[in-house]
């Protein structure tokens, strides 16, 4: 394979966990309709957020954070900066973290996700409540949290099987 190929490749691995959240992006974009509530959809980008800062921080900078909640805040119709604000508040905490739930099994991660999760969701209705100037409904906020949280596995999973296979395959 040509020298030009080789780096073709390697960029385009390194573009995988963008691009994996441009594609919860958009997948978040679908609400699931619960009788008696509003539209609520699981915070997608939480969970691409969450495994991507955790295990390659260095393939999702706070730039391209900011970017993909911006463009969330732009698809929602939210004031821009929103959602970004509060995605790139949930990825610092999500770094500081990070040594203490690198090496521990899936179990303890996803209990810090459980943890961190919550966490994201009060960031996020305080964002949005300052942003609208009145308190939002907390309901669908929790809601959307545990749905969120009950997902991790699965898009986790996901991820990890792109990380191994695909970000980072055995030459």
């Known amino acids: 394979m040509s020298a030009w190929l080789m780096q073709v490749e390697r960029q385009g691995r390194a573009l995988v966990p ?7 992006l958009v997948l978040g974009l679908i609400p699931w309709h619960i ?3 509003t539209n609520v959809t699981p915070a997608y980008l939480l969970i691409g ?11 999702l900078p706070y730039w391209s ?7 969330q805040d732009l698809l929602l119709g939210l004031p821009p900066g929103q959602g970004a604000l509060a995605l790139l508040l949930v990825q610092g905490l999500i770094a500081s973290q990070r040594r203490f739930l690198l090496s521990k099994p899936f179990l ?10 919550p966490i994201a969701a009060l960031i996020g209705w305080g964002v949005a409540s300052i942003a609208r100037q009145a308190f939002i409904p907390v309901l669908p906020v929790f809601i ?19 990380q191994e296979r695909v ?3 055995v030459p």
């Open 35 to 37: 009788p008696g509530l």
């Open 167 to 169: 970000v980072r395959p």
């Open 108 to 117: 303890v991660v996803w209990w810090g996700f459980g943890v961190i999760g």
């Open 49 to 59: 957020l969450y495994f991507w800062t955790l295990y390659q921080p260095q393939r």
């Open 65 to 71: 954070t900011f970017l993909i909640g911006l463009a």
């Open 18 to 24: 963008a691009f994996s959240m441009l594609a919860l």
């Open 144 to 162: 959307q949290c545990v749905m969120t949280i009950l997902l991790y596995p699965l898009f986790g999973g996901l991820f990890g099987w792109l």
